[in-house]
């Protein structure tokens, strides 16, 4: 009855929201966790029988363990879209999820490259030579000018990009399409990659790939993206994403307005935009104490 219940709700998830397979897969790890637990708790039960104080037990385990807030907050957040699913399906009377809430997360600003440090990174980094170099080059040209995320630029096709008027094409989360302008460095990398590309015989139409034909993997991309920013940064964090949060920043540093910026991110609402503004205006508070007479500095 439970794993009948849990595919039908991933399902739902894959059809009808148009959830990726990432989050889909998150989606799965998180209700067999929480199951695991259950089935070590309880020696038999039945959907409609799981009450508020196993969730509630199951929320302390984590902490107890260890867990961050916010993954334990994305673990009852699981739990409440598939319990709703449930009351919704008729398939329980009571959603046990309504009373949990989970711990306060502490708000951290997202985490970016100054403008000086990502400017080495097209200026003084060497690229390998050849096919590899040129695409790592686009790769890393890409994200910083776009701010795709990792899985959009996964699923990137030539068919994606419009040289003529330098624009990308972009399927994001729940199948959102959104149009993305490009500067005139980019198309020239893009034109200089295609035709490389074209050189070597590559044929898929996934726009980056590797000499074997195949479209670059998440792990491929995550280890380009760090060998290149550790040049550049010791920031422990050197995921696809920094050049996500990067482009965002500089963005709304040089006057973009926010809600451009939004539709480029493809944010469904202007607060997952809003923690940008953060880092602007810390980088006025900065100028402003280094330079005022009255700053106390």
Known sequence: MVEGAVNGFLSYLNLQKRFSPLTTKNYEADLKHFFQFL????????????????????????????LSPRS??????????????????????????????????????PVFIDENQINKVFTLYE?????????????????????????????????DVDIYNSQLKVLGKRNKERIIPFAVSLKRNLELYLDVKKEN??????????LKNTPLSTAKISRIVKEVLGTVTTSKKKSPHILRHTFATHLLDNGADINAVKELL????????????HNSIEKLKKSYNQAHPRSGN
């Open 266 to 277: 493809g944010h469904a609402n202007l607060s997952a935009t809003q923690i940008y503004t």
């Open 127 to 159: 690229f390998a030579e050849g096919f590899d170099g040129i695409r790592d080059r686009l790769l890393i040209d890409i994200l910083y000018q776009t701010g795709l995320r990792r899985a959009e630029i996964l699923g990137l096709k030539e068919s």
């Open 39 to 66: 089935n070590a708790e309880i020696a038999s039960y039945a959907l409609s029988s799981i009450s508020f104080l196993h969730l509630r037990s199951y929320v302390a385990s984590l902490m107890d363990q260890g």
């Open 72 to 109: 334990v907050n994305r673990k009852i957040s699981a739990l409440k879209s598939f319990f709703k699913y449930l009351l919704r399906n008729g398939e329980i009377e009571i959603n046990p999820t309504q009373k949990i809430q989970g711990p306060k997360t502490p708000k951290r600003l």
């Open 201 to 210: 015989n590559l044929t898929s139409p996934y726009l980056l790939v590797t």
